[in-house]
């Protein structure tokens, strides 16, 4: 039994309540850590930490922040087996996806903003015989950074590195279903030297630590990736503190298949837009409209696909879908897979729980499963399952899959299947999505903004648009 700590000041610190929250594997069922119960106090001390440590970081130069960064991004490296065997075990996910994506993602976060920082330039504008005005960019101070559980040190670092390069002091709350990796990283910022106070990390439940952490006046910015009920909630509360805000939140994202595509690259690449970390992704493309020339070759292929997906023990190597993260968030899914059933949807397959044999009898796992016939206008097609659950839907214009493809409230991503240079620019221009992927999914480029429109965020992440939104911009004008 792991029992996890809090990372504050520097040092690892049990919680102030001295109280702790099981921590489940997904895959059994069991309890197999213990996470801090913290609470407000811990979140006080934590912030005193940044705020001591803070002086200092901010003044330090960019290049040595930097070179700090990478050091820590060396070590998630030379650790990735412990920290993917670690993500698998917490999350449910199978090793190899935390293998090949979620750590070294990880560590590409650190290593991209520990560079980065040395290449923000500010801005001057001339006026000609009368004035120079140039920009500083001033770190925020101490910022919240709030993480999800479907890819845990993946988006933890993806906020935390830009926010430290930045030369922001850090107190961030991992999600209390996944914490196991957050834990480890803070032991491999001791290792790496990271001063005192400069990342703090704090666990605990959202009612508890999350909250205590967006209404403390000392906090002037918080990132956020979460749900979008817990988006709003957190906006209304910030909103009168006056504090920055990035929220990246929901998605219900539409990938377009027209008839003109390399079908076998466009099934093999939705196969995994879909069922990728049990589809517990919010760039998971659940909406799969395919125009009608095509649809029963799309279908049959698609579904021969999923029929290879092997539903297993994550640990093990032949395993595509590992368990689904808790059992609540089971038991949600398989709310919308009846839903399905009464809004008159055609199950092609799946739809089951499955249940295994072994160490893994009590785990949550869900058959990958695909519905077609149900209206674009439906709850299943309008609302975020975030589960392995996809929709089939023939259409026959262009006019037609843009108005079902926008419908939603969301407008996180959107993929493209065509060969059509010309439809795919202007098809990605009529998507209300902050992120559109033509012939492929999930491609990543650290200096591209990354966010939604409508109800899935406000603001963006990655590349200089993280570096802008810790960092306060200050106009100086010389007189000539």
């Not at 290049?63 to 999350?91: C, K, M, P, T």
């Not at 259409?395 to 010309?422: H, M, P």
Request: charged share 15%; with cysteine; net charge negative.
């Amino acid at each position: 039994m792991h029992f996890l700590q809090n990372y504050v000041g520097g040092q690892l610190v049990p919680p102030a309540t001295g109280q702790y929250l099981p921590n489940i594997e997904p895959a059994t069922g069991q309890v197999f850590a213990q996470i801090p119960s913290s609470d407000a106090t811990d979140v006080a001390a934590a912030v005193r930490a940044a705020e001591q440590a803070l002086p200092t970081w901010r003044q330090l130069p960019a290049e040595e922040r930097g070179r700090l960064l990478v050091r820590i991004s060396e070590l998630i490296e030379r650790d990735l087996e412990r920290l993917a065997q670690a993500e698998s075990q917490d999350n449910g996910k199978p090793v190899s996806l935390a293998r090949t994506v979620d750590i070294p993602r990880a560590a590409s976060n650190f290593a991209f903003f520990g560079t980065a920082a040395q290449h923000f330039a500010s801005e001057t504008h001339f006026q000609e015989g009368v004035a120079l005005n140039y920009t500083v960019r001033h770190p925020l101070g101490v910022v919240g950074c709030i993480s999800p559980w479907n890819l845990p040190l993946y988006l933890f670092t993806w906020k935390i590195a830009p926010a430290l390069a930045a030369g922001c002091c850090v107190v961030a709350k991992p999600s209390e279903i996944t914490p196991y990796t957050a834990f480890l990283l803070s032991e491999l910022c001791m290792e790496a030297g990271l001063p005192a106070g400069v990342l703090n990390i704090v666990h605990g439940t959202g009612l508890a630590v999350g909250q205590a952490l967006v209404e403390h006046p000392s906090v002037k910015a918080i990132s956020f990736t979460g749900g979008t009920a817990t988006g709003r909630h957190i906006a209304r509360t910030a909103a009168p503190l006056f504090k920055k805000l990035s929220l990246e939140l929901g998605g219900k994202n539409p990938n377009l298949v027209f008839a003109d595509c390399n079908l076998s690259e466009a099934v093999a690449t939705s196969l995994r837009s879909s069922f990728a970390n049990q589809g517990q992704i919010c760039l998971c493309g659940s909406r799969i409209f395919i125009e009608r020339a095509i649809y029963e070759p799309f279908k049959q292929a698609f579904l021969e696909g999923v029929a290879a997906l092997t539903v297993g023990d994550p640990q093990e190597i032949a395993t595509k879908q590992g368990a689904l993260v808790s059992e609540a968030h089971l038991t949600k899914v398989l709310s919308y897979i009846e839903l399905a059933h009464q809004e008159g949807g055609k199950l092609l397959s799946g739809g089951q729980r499955v249940q295994l044999a072994g160490r893994c009898a009590g785990g949550y796992f869900l058959q990958p499963t695909v519905f077609e016939g149900l209206p674009p206008e439906c709850r299943v097609n309008q609302e975020e399952i975030f589960g392995p659950v996809v929709t089939l839907t023939p259409f026959d214009t262009e006019a037609e899959v843009l108005d079902w493809a926008n419908s939603t409230e969301y407008g996180l991503a959107a993929t493209i299947w065509t060969r059509d240079l010309t439809r795919a620019h202007r098809v990605a221009h009529a998507l209300q999505s902050g992120i559109v992927w033509v012939n492929t999914w999930l491609h990543r480029d650290l200096r591209t903004p990354f966010g939604g429109m409508k109800n899935s965020g406000v603001g963006r992440e990655g590349g200089l648009e993280a570096l802008r939104f810790f960092t306060e911009p200050q106009n100086v004008c010389l007189k000539l």
